[in-house]
T-cell receptor, first 118, second 113 residues
Framework: GAVVSQHPSWVICKSGTSVKIECRSL??????MFWYRQFPKQSLMLMAT?????????EQGVEKDKFLINHASLTLSTLTVTSAHPEDSSFYIC??????????????FGPGTRLTVL | ELKVEQNPLFLSMQEGKNYTIYCNYS?????LYWYRQDPGKSLESLFV?????AVKQEGRLMASLDTKARLSTLHITAAVHDLSATYFC?????????????FGKGTLLTVNP
């Protein structure tokens, strides 16, 4: 199956700093990427959907100026948490799919990035 | 707005027993997924159910889909400790081009010796 990687796998940062998380599709071209956030013992919540070369679509309640998403290539999407605060501490998971594979409803999930903001 | 409800949210069972996890969803959908998540890990895809009456089995897990009732079940047969994990169902929104998934809250399964 398709492989999606995330980097870093975990990060600890100070409050007020910005953190960038990368999501790469390693063996296919991802026209669409999804970013999810998962708080402890909760489900995955979709934050935003990004299509290569266009602006991301954010879900209701997600601040687009705080969570900057860039999907500049078919193999890389980045999520930048700007001015991070302790309440942003969470497990961030990306998934990616192609327009072709989407017909079969496959999203390929990355391994996740655990962010801890002190 | 698509809503997905799973129950139970917590399930503690003994090895060797059978049980079923239920997943109800609120609007028409054409795809339903089951995932497994181990602590600290991302999602592992278990099943994709594409049509009404679909049934898929892998080992001790069997998933089924009833699109008319908007219900999917994940049946566990003769549970073993290795099945302890959180199980999520997710439903794809019909229409649109981005195929968003809406997840249930998850079922934390603990299999005791």
């Amino acid at each position: 199956g398709a492989v999606v990687s995330q980097h870093p796998s975990w990060v600890i940062c100070k409050s007020g700093t910005s953190v960038k998380i990368e999501c790469r599709s390693l063996d296919f071209q991802a026209t669409t990427m999804f970013w999810y956030r998962q708080f402890p013992k909760q489900s995955l919540m979709l934050m935003a959907t990004s299509n290569e070369g266009s602006k991301a679509t954010y879900e209701q309640g997600v601040e687009k100026d705080k969570f900057l998403i860039n999907h500049a290539s078919l193999t890389l999407s980045t999520l930048t948490v700007t001015s991070a605060h302790p309440e942003d501490s969470s497990f961030y998971i990306c998934s990616s799919g192609t327009s072709g594979r989407a017909v079969y409803n496959e999203q390929f999930f990355g391994p996740g990035t655990r962010l801890t903001v002190l | 707005e698509l809503k997905v409800e799973q129950n139970p949210l917590f399930l503690s069972m003994q090895e060797g027993k059978n049980y079923t996890i239920y997943c109800n969803y609120s609007t028409t959908s054409d795809r339903l997924y089951w995932y497994r998540q181990d602590p600290g890990k991302s999602l592992e895809s278990l099943f994709v159910l594409l049509s009404n009456g679909a049934v898929k089995q892998e080992g001790r897990l069997m998933a089924s889909l009833d699109t008319k009732a908007r219900l999917s079940t994940l049946h566990i047969t003769a549970a073993v400790h290795d099945l302890s994990a959180t199980y999520f169902c997710a439903v794809r929104s019909s229409g649109g081009s981005n195929y968003k998934l809406t997840f249930g809250k998850g079922t934390l399964l603990t299999v005791n010796p």
